[in-house]
């Protein structure tokens, strides 16, 4: 079997290809499609959780049993990455009322 990485949505997957699948067709690994929607969460931090777990190698329920801190550290680099945007909004605002 051949593995890619292949992105649907923006959201980042493995897929095997195999000679056993039937052409254009694949086998496509974690994280489960879905998962960050079942928790609710807004869009984008959703799709920037999902690749952050995909990126972390979190793609089954073994997986995240077997290292309950990188779910963690998912957890913290995916609200990093959204602390950011807001130190920038903010950044951004100030400048524009400096302006006026």
């Given at each position: 079997m051949e593995a890619k990485e292949i992105?649907?949505?923006?959201r980042k997957y493995k897929a095997l290809f195999s000679d056993?699948?039937?052409?254009?067709a694949y086998i496509i690994l974690g994280p489960p499609e879905g998962l960050c929607d079942k928790l609710k969460l807004p869009e984008p931090f959703?799709?920037?959780?999902h690749n952050i777990l995909y990126e972390r190698g979190l793609l089954t329920y073994e997986d995240v049993t077997k290292k309950p801190k990188d779910?963690?550290?998912?957890?913290?680099?995916?609200?990093?990455?959204?602390s950011q945007r807001i130190v920038e909004e903010y950044f951004k605002f100030e400048k524009e009322e400096g302006e006026t």
């Amino acid at each position: 079997m051949e593995a890619k990485e292949i992105e649907l949505e923006g959201r980042k997957y493995k897929a095997l290809f195999s000679d056993d699948i039937p052409a254009g067709a694949y086998i496509i690994l974690g994280p489960p499609e879905g998962l960050c929607d079942k928790l609710k969460l807004p869009e984008p931090f959703a799709t920037k959780l999902h690749n952050i777990l995909y990126e972390r190698g979190l793609l089954t329920y073994e997986d995240v049993t077997k290292k309950p801190k990188d779910v963690i550290g998912a957890l913290q680099e995916a609200i990093q990455l959204d602390s950011q945007r807001i130190v920038e909004e903010y950044f951004k605002f100030e400048k524009e009322e400096g302006e006026t």
